[in-house]
């Protein structure tokens, strides 16, 4: 190991990236530039095609892939004192498409595309998957993930208003209270006590700071930024300017691997861009028509079965764009007072089709089935979703984010681990706080339960570039007028 790293320093110290080169060299050849992007010199067509280019890249030693002296964390290790490359702490794969892929890149992922999170930190866990080093999770898509970060943006705001109000109005000497709602959705409680500090003990399913975090399947980073920041030095070992670069770490090459500046701001822009214009997950109706009545059926015993009251199954955005960088990012990670100007799309007129649908108001209509919320799903006699056993970012080990379930139709396996093969497994794993709505969907007649499978069957991904949100099974778009004609069994409607 030691003598392959040393020769890889050696080939490196040589070589150069000049135009024309033969043999082997570096997968990006070129950097994009944050003040191009800023300015608008690069549009958004060429960011979104150069962050496609970064998430399909197989990053190799020229272009700093992996990170012989520090761990997926970021902290120091002895130089090359673990492999290359390790399927438990990392680097684990050559390019972020090698686990999101299914069914399209930038989408989910296989049982076998797997994250042992946590494991980074602990680099390196060379010889075991055990639970007590890390939580193994299956890969997420990103679709539609644009407008999911925007959601939590809103929602933080809200939450931070009435926060604000509730100091601003509260009379001294007394305690008061506040419902925290965002988007309809309920946080707990929040109180000002006598002496006018804030108690956060009752607030629910959000940190104590009341920024909604959307990303992990914990609820735990607040933007596809943070979390490519993260992944590209956790997965691939390679490091980002504005995370491990010389104004916050004093090294040009964090990681020791003779590769200075291995990612530019603008490459961690143009990557956030291309997964926040990914394509929206919608909806695909059976052609066969007692399967199409299901599935109708089956939405409406869904809402009934209580499976709204997390899996939400519509949120309106009040602005249309994706504005980068997010105003809540932590240190580490570009802020709005970076940049010069902003870099933004909108998020119904540009990105990969199909988009999000645009609502009357100016604003978008989100159909992604979650509440943002972190809820417990673990009782007395139901302890699936309770596997884990390292907290996250401090949260407590049952606590998850609700599930998006607009692709879920095609993004098997399910559950968190990715360990439950059919949907109604993934359901019956649900206790705790869901267990009145999975029983009510047990005490359905089997016919019943299986028309809610259809529904939830029906909500995919789709190719990227189909014409509309709701299309048939060969991708062309079902208006509510040609839908209404074949659920009266008019065969003109196909
Ligand atoms: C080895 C497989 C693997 C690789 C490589 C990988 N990811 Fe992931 N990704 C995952 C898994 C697993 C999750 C779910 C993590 C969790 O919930 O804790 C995830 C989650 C995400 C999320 C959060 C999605 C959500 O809705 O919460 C983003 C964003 C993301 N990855 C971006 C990237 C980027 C960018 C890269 C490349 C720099 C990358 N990933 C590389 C497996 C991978
Ligand atoms: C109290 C909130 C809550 C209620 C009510 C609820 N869910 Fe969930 N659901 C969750 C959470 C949280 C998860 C994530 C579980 C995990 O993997 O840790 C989830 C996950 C799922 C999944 C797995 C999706 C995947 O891709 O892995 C399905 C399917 C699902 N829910 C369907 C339903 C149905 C159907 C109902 C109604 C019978 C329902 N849920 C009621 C919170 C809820």
Redesign the pocket.
């Known amino acids: 190991m030691k003598r392959l790293l040393s020769t890889a320093v050696l080939v490196l110290s040589s070589s150069c990236v000049c135009a024309g080169r033969i043999g082997d060299g570096p997968v990006i050849e070129q950097h994009v530039d944050q003040a191009a992007a800023e300015s608008g010199a690069l549009n958004f067509e060429h960011l979104f095609a150069e962050g496609e280019r970064l ?1 399909a890249a197989k990053f190799n030693l020229y272009d700093g892939q992996g990170r012989p002296a520090t761990t997926g964390a970021g902290a120091a290790r002895v130089a090359g004192s673990a492999p290359l490359f390790i399927r438990t702490s990392g680097p ?2 050559n ?2 498409a ?3 892929n299914d069914p399209f890149p930038g989408a989910g ?1 296989d049982i076998v ?3 042992f ?1 946590l494991a980074q930190a602990l680099d390196p866990v060379t010889e075991s998957v055990s639970g007590q080093f890390s939580n193994e ?4 898509g ?1 679709n539609g ?1 644009g407008a ?1 970060e925007m959601l939590a943006r809103e929602m933080t705001a809200a939450l931070h208003e009435q926060r604000r109000q509730l100091q601003a109005q509260a009379p001294p000497g007394q305690r008061r209270s506040v419902n925290l709602v965002a988007k309809g959705v309920r946080f707990g409680e929040l109180t000002v006590n006598e002496s006018g500090a804030l108690d956060t003990s009752k607030v629910e399913g959000v940190d104590a700071d009341l920024v909604v975090r ?5 609820g735990v ?1 607040v933007s ?1 930024r943070e ?2 920041n993260n ?2 030095n956790h ?2 070992g390679m490091q980002s300017v504005e995370r491990f670069g010389l104004a916050r770490t004093n090294s040009r090459d964090f990681d020791k691997d003779s590769v200075e500046d291995e990612l530019s701001v603008g490459d961690i822009t143009a ?1 956030t861009i291309y ?1 926040a214009a990914l394509n929206v997950p919608g909806q695909v109706l059976p052609d066969d028509l007692p399967a199409l009545r299901a599935v109708i059926k089956g939405e409406r015993t869904f809402a009934s079965a209580g499976c709204v009251d997390c899996h939400v199954p519509s949120m309106t955005l009040s602005r249309r764009e994706f504005v980068e960088p997010n105003p809540y990012n932590p240190a580490g990670n570009l802020r709005p007072a970076d940049v010069q100007r902003h870099v933004s799309f909108d998020l119904t007129a540009q990105g990969q089709k199909p988009r999000l649908e645009a609502a009357a108001n100016g604003g978008a209509i989100v159909r992604a089935y979650t509440d943002l919320k972190r809820h417990n799903l673990c009782d007395a006699t139901i302890r699936h979703y309770c596997n884990e056993r390292v907290r996250q970012a401090g949260v407590a080990t049952e606590l998850f984010l609700t599930r998006k379930l607009w692709d879920v139709g095609n993004s098997a396996p399910y559950g ?1 681990r990715g360990d439950l093969t059919t949907l109604t497994e993934a359901i019956d794993a649900h206790g705790g706080e869901a267990r009145a709505s999975r029983d009510a969907f047990f005490a359905l007649p089997r016919a019943q339960r299986d028309e809610v499978i259809e529904f939830l069957k029906s909500l995919q991904v789709l190719r990227p570039g189909t014409a509309a949100l709701v299309v048939d099974t060969t991708g062309a778009p079902v208006t509510a007028a040609r839908l209404a004609v074949r659920l009266r069994g008019d065969s003109a409607g196909h």
Request: aromatic share 8%.
């Open positions: 998430f684990d794969a390019a972020c090698g686990c999101h992922g595309a797997n994250v999170v999770r299956n890969t997420l990103m993930s999911i959307p990303f992990h399947q914990k980073v596809l979390f490519t992944a590209m997965h691939h990557t997964q968190h």
